[in-house]
């Protein structure tokens, strides 16, 4: 009896997600005290509300490991995730190489779509470029947040949302624009005079005077050069298989 509840208590010690403590890794010891705790709170609010596992890990370095099989390993190695489908996303920093990447699994993979992978790396980057660690962390979860509201409402991070301030900029211009159109209209309607559409009767007869000159080319030479295409490091549209068998997807790159 006893060993069957012991058996017991260990599969049910086992199904459950990682502890909010444990999601917070900083083996490179990049986080104060507090800045840990400030992050472990926000983290456990998101991650609880939406069923959705959200990890920081941070090395000094990794040996011969790429960022890509480190992160999805430790993913899928320590238990992390929601659900049948291990529904989460895992944020890795290396400090010796300066690599960052972002392994999703489960419904993760397809909310972090390409243009909410490219705003989220951009996001981390900018400040890990900095040297302002726990600020890329924030923008991370905060980042998460506003994707999983979206997926809450069966939407996704698009293009409306990438560009939303320039959309309102455009907007208002917009309607510079045409309040700009509607008051010249009606400047104009107040114009009695009546202007002539040639410029004959203003003319002196016999003061203008044109000579034709033509240049004939009779060959002519076209180059052409191949315009180099841009391709981007990172893609959250593309899947790929972890060494324990399961789908990961997300990106990474320098910063």
């Known amino acids: ?58 090395e000094i370095n990794i040996g011969n490991a790429s960022p890509r099989d480190y992160a999805d390993d430790f993913f899928d190695y320590n238990g992390y995730g929601y659900g049948q489908d291990r529904d989460g996303c895992l944020f890795l920093q ?45 923008i991370f979860l905060l ?35 045409i309040g700009l159109i509607i008051v010249s209209s009606w400047k104009g309607q107040m114009n009695t005079a009546i202007s002539k559409s040639q410029a004959a009767s203003y003319m002196v007869s016999d003061s203008l005077e044109f000579n034709e000159k033509k240049d004939t080319f009779l060959y002519s030479t076209v180059t052409k050069t191949v315009r180099q295409q841009q391709q981007s490091s990172s893609s959250g549209g593309r899947t790929h298989i972890s060494s324990s068998g399961r789908t990961h997807g997300g990106g990474g790159r320098k910063y």
């Not at 490179?28 to 959200?54: C, R």
């Open 1 to 58: 009896m006893k060993i069957k509840l012991f058996l017991l208590c260990l599969t049910f010690i086992l199904i459950l997600p990682a502890s909010a403590q444990d999601r917070i890794v900083d083996n490179a010891g990049l986080l104060s005290t507090y800045q840990k705790q400030s992050l472990i709170n926000l983290l456990t609010t998101i991650s609880t509300k939406y069923n959705f596992d959200l990890v920081i890990v941070t």
């Open 94 to 138: 290396v400090t010796d190489s300066r690599d960052m990447y972002i392994s999703t699994s489960g419904r993760g993979i397809s909310i972090l779509n390409d243009r909410a992978l490219n705003k989220l790396s951009n996001d981390i980057v900018k400040h890990l470029s900095g040297g302002n660690n726990y600020e890329a962390y924030n």
């Open 143 to 177: 980042n998460w947040e506003e994707f999983l509201d979206l997926d809450a409402y069966s939407r996704s991070y698009n293009f409306f949302h990438q560009w939303n301030v320039l959309l309102v900029i455009i907007s208002w211009a917009l309607s510079l624009l």
